[in-house]
């Protein structure tokens, strides 16, 4: 069975620290371009984050520096792990993989940043 499975979502103060996983299985892990959505209350989904298969990442511009995005082919796992955390980065996180025309999702985790 083909899936992603997210993990590692929480409650976490403003200035704190998370790392969030995507476990995959029943694919090819290292074919797959691997990123990081988020959605917000109210907004619509955005890009955190793009890895692709020879381990190139691109951010979006509100990361600036604090999140970075890492894989795991052997475990067939990609991570993101976010410091310097904001109230405006709580929102749910999706993983996202991506190897043309096949585009899969996970179920998302969420992350609140409140004091």
């Known amino acids: 069975q083909v899936q992603l499975v997210e993990s590692g979502g929480g409650l976490v103060q403003p200035g704190g620290s998370l790392r969030l996983s995507c476990a995959a299985s029943?694919?090819?892990?290292?074919?797959?371009?691997m990123s990081w959505y988020r959605q917000a209350p109210g907004k619509e989904r955005e890009l955190v984050g793009v890895?692709?298969?020879?381990?190139?990442?691109i951010y979006a511009s509100f990361v600036k520096g604090r999140f970075t995005i890492s894989k795991d082919n052997i475990k067939k796992t990609v991570y993101l792990q976010m410091n310097s955390l904001k109230p405006e980065d709580t929102a749910v996180y999706y993983c996202?993989?991506?190897?043309?025309?096949?585009?899969?999702w996970g179920k998302g985790t969420l992350v609140t940043v409140s004091s």
């Open positions: 996202n993989a991506r190897n043309s025309p096949l585009n899969l």
């Open positions: 890895t692709s298969t020879d381990g190139n990442t």
């Open positions: 029943g694919l090819t892990f290292s074919s797959y371009v």
